[in-house]
């Protein structure tokens, strides 16, 4: 970052810490869709460094309207925080805290459009990309189930739709096919290989979205984005501490929370390997991701809710496989890249994982029930 660059933020933090130093501002996390920074505040005047908070860029091409965003934010701050008064959790959980302008709002808008906010910093907090053994897997899941849990009497229709189509795997497989027919994209055997897998496997947008208008199963709110590195740990106890990156909260199916949860959780060569030949699906974490979401998700599922988990992990590898690519497509408009076959490579990794889901179907499937007993 130059220093015209560090100067520039720094003004935006102080609108969020108007009485305080603000000693510096550093690029945070490893996310897709938003710009995060670390900024650090001086409290005395030799600017001893002793307190930090979350600065994000809100992605605005995702996001059109980021006041709904915040406003849903608030909303889930609410009610969870409320929650928490009456029946406390039996660990250290905490619900990251929007801090205000010292206008009184809840974000700040630079003259061009930028739009910020800022979110108390979890303290003694590490995210990870991959889950390294079952025990980490274990808290993803009980943090996803707590999530849940916490939001279960939370009238989903409270919550605006902050990104039209999210998470409707149909709405993918049409917009892929749109950006298809228009692309001119030089062919590769990666490139043949990823229009086969979407050509043979398009049934699978269908599943979840027809048990949901069937009323199999129902809405609720979801979270729209629990892939593991979105789950904090605490450094001390190794244990979830908190569930962050809320911009997608919404009305919709756990399913599609749950399938995330274990397509970024059972990946233990991560999304953004190169050799996309080596990736598995590992069952031994699968299990343990489901154990720790089922040991406090228990309480509010339905029958219905088991029988489509196995088929959330393959729609929603199926689908993010697809975003990627159609992405690729497009030219890279919706994620951020670091260079252009960025999207192919990561396309190609959810392909490889899906494959991995299918070809140990029955395995995964005897998981479930006997975690569901
Ligand atoms: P993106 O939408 O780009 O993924 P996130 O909101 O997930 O942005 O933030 C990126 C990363 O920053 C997260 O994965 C997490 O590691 C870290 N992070 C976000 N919010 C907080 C917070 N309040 N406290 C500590 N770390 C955070
Ligand atoms: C994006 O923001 P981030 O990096 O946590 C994306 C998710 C994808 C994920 C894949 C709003 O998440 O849907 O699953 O990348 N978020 C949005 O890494 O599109
Ligand atoms: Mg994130």
Redesign the pocket.
């Known amino acids: 970052m130059d220093h015209h660059e560090q100067t520039k933020l720094m003004a935006i933090a102080q609108n969020f810490s108007p009485q305080q130093r603000i000693a510096g501002v550093s690029p945070f996390g490893s996310?897709?869709?938003?710009d995060t920074f670390l900024v650090t505040v001086g409290l005395t005047e030799k600017g001893i460094e002793t307190q930090s908070f979350i600065l994000q860029r809100l992605n605005t091409n995702?996001f059109r309207e980021p006041q709904l965003v915040m406003q849903n934010m608030r909303i889930y701050y609410e009610h969870v925080r409320d929650r928490l008064k009456d029946i406390p959790l039996d660990r250290r959980w905490i619900v990251p805290q929007i801090l205000s302008t010292h206008q009184g709002k809840d974000y700040y808008q630079t003259e061009n459009g930028e739009f910020w906010r800022s979110l108390s910093f979890i303290e003694d907090s590490q995210s990870f990309d991959v889950m390294e053994n079952r025990e980490q897997a274990r808290e993803v899941g009980y943090a996803l189930g707590t999530f849940h849990h916490l939001t279960s009497d939370l009238l989903p229709e409270k919550l605006a739709d902050t990104?039209e189509g999210?998470h409707i795997t149909p709405r993918y497989l049409l917009q892929y096919e749109e950006v298809l027919a228009k692309s001119n994209i030089s062919r590769s055997p990666e490139v043949d290989n990823c229009l086969q897998i979407v050509s043979d496997r398009k049934g699978l947008a269908y599943i979840l979205e027809d048990a949901k208008a069937s009323g199999k199963l129902p809405l609720r709110t979801m979270h729209?984005?629990p892939?593991v590195?979105?789950i904090l740990f605490d450094k001390q106890t190794n244990l979830a501490v908190s569930v962050v990156?809320l911009?997608?909260i919404k009305s919709g199916l756990v399913h599609y929370d749950l399938g995330?949860c274990l397509r970024s959780g059972c990946n233990p060569a991560g999304?953004e390997i190169e050799n996309w030949e080596s990736v598995e699906f590992n069952t031994e974490l699968c299990e343990a991701i489901l154990q720790g979401y089922l040991s406090t998700a228990r309480s509010f599922l339905t029958e219905y809710d088991y029988d489509y988990i196995y088929d959330a992990i393959r729609v929603i590898t199926f689908e993010?496989g697809l975003r990627f690519f159609t992405d690729y497509l497009a030219g890279n408009v919706?994620?951020n890249v670091k260079y252009p076959e960025h999207n192919l490579l990561r396309s190609l990794v959810q392909f490889r994982l899906l494959e991995s889901i299918e070809a140990q179907e029955s395995e995964i499937n005897q998981i479930i029930i006997k975690a569901s007993k």
Not at 31 to 34: A, E, K, L, P, S
């Open positions: 996310g897709n869709i938003n995702v990104l999210f729209g984005d892939k590195n979105n990156d911009d997608t995330d999304e993010l919706y994620f």
